[in-house]
């Protein structure tokens, strides 16, 4: 175990649902990220929060919208998706200054 | 052309074999360099970090960066089953700056 926690690991949803995406870190890191993975395609960054703020949005669609309630906690908000949208959507963390950030296991996403 | 290209394999080597992995990148203002490491249904972990230019050896792995040439490697020596994952260079200029990632290449190690 890294230290970060994502659930759910799966994740089936249709195009007129709204789900969300949890992810938790205990590691004490001031920063947290949204990551897209897909196939035959680098890590997309999609969000970065630092000290709780949003610092990056990477022109990533409204239907994707995160939250950062504290340090700890990072969420992603789904609504009205569209199949291109399944991926695996990973979290990761790190302390701002430092050498590596941490992921999580990530959340397979699908929509039908 | 990308910022960061990586060949995604797969590639298949015998057990025991040196296993050569590379990445060219664009952006001659990257400074740290990172592998990862994901095994499948998993998130990736940092395997090696480099600063600037040169080698760094962290056991069976030594990390190469070749900053005039804009290309990294990183090589297994003694490879096992074990290090089947897929394996992704990572870049970027600063420590603090968002990490560009390669697409990943998928290592198979046959026993």
């Known amino acids: 175990e890294t230290g970060v926690t994502q659930t759910p690991r799966h994740l089936v949803m249709g195009m007129t649902n709204k789900k969300s995406l949890k992810c938790e870190q205990h590691?004490?890191?001031?920063?947290m990220y949204w990551y897209k993975q897909s196939a035959k395609k680098p890590l997309e960054l999609m969000f970065v929060?630092?000290?709780?703020?949003?610092?990056e949005n990477n022109s990533v669609p409204s239907r994707f919208s995160p939250e950062c309630p504290n340090s700890s906690h990072l969420f992603l908000h789904l609504h009205t998706l569209q199949p291109e949208d399944s991926a695996l959507y990973l979290c990761?963390?790190?302390?701002?200054?430092?050498?590596?950030?941490?992921f999580g296991q990530g959340t397979r996403l699908t929509v039908v | 052309q990308k910022e960061v290209e990586q060949d995604p394999g797969p590639l298949s080597v015998p057990e025991g074999a040196i296993v050569s992995l590379n990445c060219t990148y664009s952006?001659?203002?990257?400074?740290?360099f990172m592998w990862y490491r994901q095994y499948s249904r998993k998130g990736p972990e940092l395997l090696m970090y480099?600063?600037?230019?040169g080698n760094k050896e962290d056991g069976r792995f030594t990390a190469q960066v070749d900053k005039s040439s804009k290309y990294i490697s990183l090589f297994i020596r003694d490879s096992q089953p074990s290090d089947s994952a897929t394996y992704l260079c990572?870049?970027?200029?600063?420590?603090?700056?968002?990490?560009?990632f390669g697409k990943g290449t998928r290592l198979h190690i046959l026993p």
């Open positions: 590691l004490g890191h001031n920063a």
């Open positions: 952006n001659s203002a990257f400074q740290y």
């Open positions: 990761a963390s790190s302390q701002l200054g430092g050498t590596e950030a941490f």
């Open positions: 480099t600063y600037s230019s």
């Open positions: 990572a870049m970027n200029e600063n420590r603090d700056d968002k990490i560009i």
């Open positions: 929060y630092s000290l709780e703020e949003r610092v």
